[in-house]
């Protein structure tokens, strides 16, 4: 808006516009904002008129935004960098306090006068329930995003999509005691079934107790990641190009195989970073794991028995009556779970950059 | 491998909106014909007609009679997956599929018939990349993305794809809209090896192109916007562009349409 005046100025004048090119290098926004001062710069009215070049500025919105923004991007590292050092100021007397394998021992007791704690099991946990969340999710995710974004009449499909924007909002303490107090039942149910029928299986075994176990827990994290999955890719699958849908359905593919040639792998990388995010918070979900679960430490692939524990669910059920070396073990159990998330989201990344070549040109 | 193309009364309309009015028009085997006029006079609507294409689009829907070799393509029994693999499709913008290599983009469509034999397949990729004259530039690199290509490229890919099902009819809608001089001259030849083997509907906006690649030239018009496209005149090429009968066609061929 700020270009029309001035370039009808330099029609007159001549010059004027390498002038204003050079005071002001970083592009047209800059321009039009710092337009206006410029008639007001000594040299006067006549843009190009005889006077000295006007001097590049020391101090503009350019200079105080590039600062802004460059203090913003500091901050974050100066945070996570004052994060790390606290966590692991805090660990690491605790580790050296420990009396047992921090890897490998079954237990969680570091509150004793020979602290003894270990980490496997509730690693094991947390990556256990995660992945079986992801299992039963993914699937019905996509199905969902799918229809949402290819099947279902416009209308509808914003509807629904809203819906399960919805479900996202609630929060995990809801989603706890829902599982811990109702859905425990159906759960049960469905556990003593599976035991009887199909008992022989290992992760079906046990004499029970049944219901509190880590298929609950994975059922109820699953219903939580739905949500983030689902609206994440459905996103993607809106954003596929119809001249690549259409070449696929002018090449005579139904509408199942125009998604699969089309759509899907358009938004793989939209699809690996939705699963991401919602493994993410599979893994990190606190509060419903540690109201659903049966809190026991010991490393076990039995699903329906009453048992499983995660690191975060540990944290929350063990923080209230630790004492120093206690706190200490719980620190170290989050820098723990902290890796786990960083692999998970490097293996993502790697996934997506070995493919660049192809999803990049789709860009 | 070529068929005849018959429209007899064919109406599209887009929800509420009449598109094209009552077309009457037929295309002989083994010939190129062009599709001009102005903007929304309904050329793209009537060419997407003939392999259900236009029917995609929500609220969308075509009426009337359209035959392939007096095969009525809008029967009710009729497998509209069928009907487009018959009649294949060229759109206006290069669109191979971006997350393919250009082998993969080539036999796309023959995978989803169900071919799976890599020899098939590489036979049948490098046939139709000959066909549409990219073997030579593409055959150390057929791994790569096909979205890597030039502009130019890229659309004959499109073509080659197309053509790799071996289809009856190939459709055209402005394919070289989008790209440079030198690409278009090449696919102007293209089109007229092709035309050994297919019948072609071709849409442009270009007349100098109509007037070089077609045989026969159906023009399209409107009264006004709002009104629907109808078939004004359809002759052999060289009457339409040296001696139209009708004067609408006249004015439009020699640049007083208003």
């Keep these: 808006m700020g270009e029309t005046p001035h370039r009808s100025a330099d029609a007159g004048t001549g010059g004027t516009r390498v002038t204003q090119s050079h005071e002001w290098p970083a592009g047209a926004s800059a321009r039009v904002a710092e337009a206006p001062v410029s008639t007001r710069s000594p040299g006067g009215v006549g843009l190009g008129g005889g006077g000295a070049l006007p001097r590049s500025r020391k101090f503009g919105a350019e200079r105080a935004f590039h600062g802004l923004t460059l203090a913003a991007g500091t901050a974050v590292l100066v945070i996570i960098a004052a994060i790390a050092i606290f966590l692991i100021a805090k660990a690491v007397p605790a580790l050296r306090a420990n009396t047992e394998n921090f890897w490998s021992y079954e237990g969680w007791s570091p509150n004793e006068t020979e602290p003894k704690f270990g980490i496997g099991t509730l690693a094991f946990g947390t990556v256990l329930s995660a992945a079986l969340a992801l299992l039963m999710a993914v699937p019905v995710a996509l199905g969902i995003a799918l229809y949402l974004s290819h099947y279902a009449p416009r209308r509808l499909g914003t509807a629904l999509g809203f819906l399960v924007d919805l479900l996202a909002a609630v929060p995990s303490v809801v989603f706890g005691l829902w599982g811990r107090d109702i859905f425990v039942n159906p759960v049960r149910d469905f556990s003593v079934w599976l035991n009887e029928y199909f008992g022989w299986i290992p992760i079906f075994g046990g004499d029970g107790p049944f219901g509190k176990s880590i298929m609950l827990g994975a059922l109820v994290l699953a219903i939580m990641v739905l949500p983030i999955i689902t609206s994440l890719s459905r996103e993607v699958f809106l954003q596929t190009p119809t001249a690549n849908e259409e070449a696929a359905l002018a090449l005579g593919a139904t509408r199942w195989e125009m998604l699969r040639t089309a759509v899907l792998p358009y938004g793989r990388p939209g699809i690996i970073a939705a699963v991401m995010l919602g493994l993410g918070r599979a893994l990190g979900e606190t509060i419903a794991l540690a109201m659903t679960l049966g809190i026991t430490f010991g490393i076990s692939f039995n699903l329906i028995q009453n048992g499983g524990n995660t690191i975060a669910a540990n944290i929350a059920n063990a923080f209230g009556e630790a004492n120093e070396t206690g706190r200490g073990a719980l620190i170290a159990s989050g820098l723990v779970l902290f890796t786990i998330t960083l692999i998970v989201n490097i293996t993502a990344r790697a996934i997506i950059y070995r493919r660049r070549e192809f999803t990049e040109s789709a860009a | ?258």
Excluded at chain 2, 109 to 138: F, P, Q
Excluded at chain 2, 165 to 174: I, N, R, T
Excluded at chain 2, 187 to 215: C, G, P, W, Y
């Design chain 2, 1 to 258: 491998m070529a068929k005849r193309v018959e429209a007899s009364n064919v109406t599209a309309y887009y929800g509420g909106f009449k598109a094209i009015e009552n077309i009457n028009l037929t295309v002989e085997p083994k010939t190129v014909t062009a599709l001009i006029g102005p903007s929304g006079c309904g050329k793209s609507t009537f060419l997407r007609s003939i392999n259900r294409m236009h029917e995609v689009l929500p609220g969308a829907r075509v009426e009337g009679n359209l035959t392939i070799d007096d095969q009525d393509i809008y029967d009710r029994d009729v497998d509209v997956t069928a009907v487009r693999r018959m009649i294949g499709m060229v759109f206006q913008r290069p669109n191979p599929f971006p997350t393919m290599s250009i082998f993969e983009n080539v036999v796309a469509g023959l995978k989803l018939n169900g071919v799976r034999r890599k020899s098939i397949l590489e036979e049948a990729a490098e046939k139709a990349l000959r066909s549409a004259n990219l073997w030579d530039e593409v055959k150390d690199r057929l791994g790569k993305p096909g979205a890597g290509l030039s502009g130019g490229q890229q659309q004959r890919l499109c073509i080659a794809r197309t053509i790799a099902v071996e289809p009856q009819v190939v459709l055209m809608d402005e394919p070289c809209s989008a790209l440079d001089p030198i690409s278009t001259l090449a696919i102007e030849d293209l089109m007229f090896q092709l035309k050994d083997k297919f019948t072609i509907i071709i849409v442009t906006h270009n007349m100098q192109q109509a007037a070089r690649v077609s045989d026969r030239t159906a023009f399209f018009s409107i009264e006004k916007t709002g009104d629907p496209g109808r078939l004004i005149e359809y002759d052999n090429t060289q009457k339409i562009f040296s001696n139209p009968s009708v004067k609408k066609t006249e004015d439009y061929i020699t640049g007083r349409f208003g």
